[in-house]
């Protein structure tokens, strides 16, 4: 029964490698198909710049600081680029002696924006900049919500609707869905 079980584990570790294998493609950009991860997985790994216990782990410097172009929101503003630059010292020394249990998600995640509430004015533009990292969403669920509900919402007849419908009636149709399932909870 051992071996078994044995050929059993390693037939099915077996089936995963391709798995493994596509996901590190995808990740380092050595994939034949058009989409790659690159470019995500660098804006997670810069996203790390506002996890205040990897600022006390590792440090930052004014080359990250630059880095952080590559991310639309901050490349498109030099202005706040340029104001990170300028605040970097403020926001490295700010989290001294800050530690963090980063077993419980939601704990680390309350931790996190409890620190950047009460510490905001001690860091200057970094602040800003934390708002706009926070309102990142870390996978395309949320577009992929919407466009369900405009399949469901509108046929293809519908297609030269106004915007202004369109935009009220997906207004609508989340609030109400979002009032549906606190009444169920309660």
């Known amino acids: ?25 995808r990740l380092t950009g050595t994939s034949q198909l058009v989409c790659s991860c ?3 997985d660098e804006i997670f790994e810069l996203l790390q ?3 205040l216990s990897f600022i006390e782990e590792n440090g930052i410097t004014a080359a990250h600081v630059a880095r952080l172009e590559v991310i ?27 530690t963090i249990d980063k077993g419980d998600v939601e704990d680390f995640t309350a931790a996190i924006h409890t620190w950047w509430k009460n510490h905001a004015t001690e860091v200057g533009a970094w602040s800003e900049a934390a708002k706009i990292a926070f309102a990142m969403a870390p996978n395309s669920a949320g577009a992929e919500l919407v466009f369900s509900m405009l399949k469901t ?16 009636s997906m207004m609508l149709h989340y609030n109400n869905s979002k009032r549906a399932s606190e009444a169920a909870k309660a």
């Open 49 to 51: 710049l506002f996890d």
């Open 153 to 168: 919402l509108f046929g293809s007849n519908q297609d030269s609707a106004l915007a202004d419908f369109i935009r009220g």
């Open 72 to 98: 639309v929101p901050f490349g498109a503003r030099s202005v706040l680029m340029a104001e990170l630059q300028r605040d970097l010292q403020l926001y490295v020394a700010a989290p001294a002696g800050f």
């Open 38 to 40: 690159v470019h995500s």
């Open 1 to 25: 029964m051992h071996g078994k079980l044995s050929a059993g584990f390693h037939e099915i570790v077996g089936d995963l490698n391709p798995a493994f294998a596509y996901l590190e493609a």
